[in-house]
């Protein structure tokens, strides 16, 4: 049984998205005057809506987890591909 873990570690979610070979993604269509955009990770093969993202770099991808106080829960293991972004506040 895979263990559910919440995290705001930089390190722990980069870790994490390597041994799943997840990227860090933007949707496209969020841009706007009101915020930078929806951050995601993406592996490829489980994500819906390729076409609206946009491969980013870590940095940009924890600028905007930072602003948006997001929160990384996740399933420990190697086979297992469920996690979520969330604010931080749940």
Known sequence: MAETK??????????????HDAKPVKVKQTDSDMGEGLVRLAIEGYSKGDSDLEVIGWSEFFHIFEENELAMIYEEGDKENFFKLVNRDN
């Not at 919440?6 to 041994?19: G, L, Q, S, V, Y």
Request: charged fraction near 50%; charge should be negative; glycine fraction near 0%.
């Open 6 to 19: 919440k995290t705001t570690d930089h390190n722990e979610i980069k870790k994490w998205a390597e041994e």
